[in-house]
């Protein structure tokens, strides 16, 4: 009898335990979820804020110096902006910043939970107007870098190309997934697509945190705009992001709680120096043309 209870009762204290600890293991998966998710949040509200200022920036320079006629102003930062008797390669160029425009703003407006749900029908009609929009600036992205000069060398110009190769890739992955309603895959694909549209807007962003750190021009030449960062730069701003999104999709696919908050943790810095990379992209790139 005495024997009976005592195993009972351990048995009950076992019970306990392991209620216990599958209970404490319970809320730490949430905690690291919950964590995961607030991570993305921040980073998403971060990229949000930097890329309207660069629409706002995109609209200010070039939407009104072509309004009132005065495409000299597109010089103002380009090296090879509008050239007089120059009329495909100037269309081209006001085409590529119409459409830098709409891309930054529509992709912004894809990534919105609420638009999806609620608005179905938005959601596919502006997922069309991206995609094309941004396989547009794509061929005119390349029509200039290799028929009309653009900033920087070789290695560069190779690295944005590759850029545009992807966009292409992913955007096509992208819809075909979409009509075969395979929408966990066309997931995966249109957030690559979106950071791979995004590269541009990551050269800059990581160019002035580059600069900002290293408290000046490190490892390029201001004047040339050339140099082995630049060259890591280009391919940088297409592959980085898409690495650092592997990363999140396993963490939030299989990882456990450990990896999840390690995740959450690298993304938290990584917004971080990227909000340090648009305030210095703010300040010195684009609001004094605003
Ligand atoms: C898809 C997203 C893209 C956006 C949002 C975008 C945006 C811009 C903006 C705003 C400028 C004006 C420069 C400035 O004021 O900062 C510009 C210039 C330019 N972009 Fe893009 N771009 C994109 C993709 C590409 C691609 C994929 C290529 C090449 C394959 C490309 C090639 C160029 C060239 C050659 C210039 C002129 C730069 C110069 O004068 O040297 N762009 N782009």
Redesign the pocket.
Known sequence: MTFGSTTQAGLAQQQHGATTTSARRRSLQDFAGTALKAAAAFWLAVTAIGQLI?VV??VA??GRSTVQGNFAAWNK?????YVPGDSIGNAA?AG??LL?AI??LGGLLQLVPQLRTRAPAFHRWNGRVYLLS?VA??LT??Y??WF?????DLMQHLG??F??LL?VVCGAMALRHALARKFALHRRWALRLFLV?S???FF?VGLMFWIVVNGGPAGFDPETFRGPFLSFLSFAQTLLPLAVLELYLRAQDRAGAGGKIAMAAGLLALTLAMGVGIGVATMG?WLPHI
């Open positions: 660069f920036y995109i320079l070039y930062v380009m090296p090879h902006g160029l590529h910043m830098a891309i930054m941004a600036a794509s992205g390349l200039m870098v009309r000069g653009a900033a920087g944005i190309s850029n545009a966009v549209v590269g541009v807007w800059r790139l």
